[in-house]
Structures are given as C-alpha cells and as structure tokens.
C-alpha cells in the first residue's frame, strides 16, 4: 500500500499551551522553551482567566509575548469568577451565560482590557474544553469553513 502524496506533505503541528496561570513549574518551562535544540525556541500558547489575573500578571504576559513571541489566548472571561460557560449546560458546578450573545460581550470586554495593558491575544478557548460542541454545532448549521479556526474568529 502506498501513500498518497497529499499525506506525504501533511505536516503534524503540536501546540505547547500553558492553562489558567504561572505556578511553580513555569521558571523551568520557561528554560526548556527558550533552551531547546538548534537554539529555536518553542512557542507557546498561554491561556488567561481575567478572574486570575492581577497587574503582575499583566505584566508576566507582557513580557512572554513582547520578548519572547508567546502567543496569549482568552480562556476566562469573566472578572469576578471562572469557567462561565457559554450555552446553558445544566451543569450545576459552573455559571453559564444566559445567552451567547452575552458570553460574546464579556470576550469583547476581556478583549478591551488586554489592549488596554498591551496585550494581543489571538483567539479564545471556550471553558472546560466546550470548543468540541462549538464546532459541531458550527457544522451542523451548515458552515463549511475551516472549523479549526473559529476560535481565532471570535475576537
């Protein structure tokens, strides 16, 4: 059995992402983002709660995408609590917005206030891991995009 050529060029992307806050294993991440082979350092995605985040954290992130090209993504976007989900769930351990038009305004918010302190962020995770039902639901309405890169479209 042979393989197409259309495999042959398709190229594995792993993303290295870093979820919710610095803790006490970021300084050697860090390390081993910035030492790695042939002196190319990895990229990494750092999602951010607005919860959790302070001005020294502000000012962490700051630093990561401006020297060292890390790529910051919403991930919380609320400022008083976490994991809002987007759509009503009917689970009981989180919030959920009452409509996606409302989650849609407090991304926009977060948004602002990530400018507002320097920050780019690229796209947005929706809370525990809801982008799965995001693009299925996408995918039943009939929109053939490439499904991938809704998150990027949001903000």
């Not at 006490?24 to 030492?35: Q, S």
């Amino acid at each position: 059995m042979t393989v197409p050529d259309r495999a042959k060029k398709r190229i594995l992307n792993i993303a290295w992402t870093s979820d919710d806050r610095p803790t006490e294993y970021t300084d050697k991440m860090l390390d081993i983002f910035t030492n790695t082979v042939k002196n190319k350092p990895i990229p990494v995605t750092w999602y951010i709660q607005w919860d959790r985040l302070t001005v020294k954290r502000v000012v962490f992130y700051k630093k990561l995408q401006d020297d060292r090209h890390h790529e910051i993504a919403i991930h919380g976007v609320s400022a008083v609590t976490n994991h809002i989900h987007w759509f009503p769930t009917g689970n009981t351990r989180h919030q959920s917005f009452v409509s996606i038009d409302k989650a849609i305004l407090a991304i926009k918010a977060f948004n602002r206030y990530l400018k507002k302190n320097g920050i780019k962020a690229k796209f947005v995770r929706a809370p525990t891991g809801l982008y799965s039902e995001l693009a299925a639901y996408l995918r039943k309405l009939g929109v053939r995009k490439n499904i991938n890169s809704v998150t990027r479209s949001i903000i």
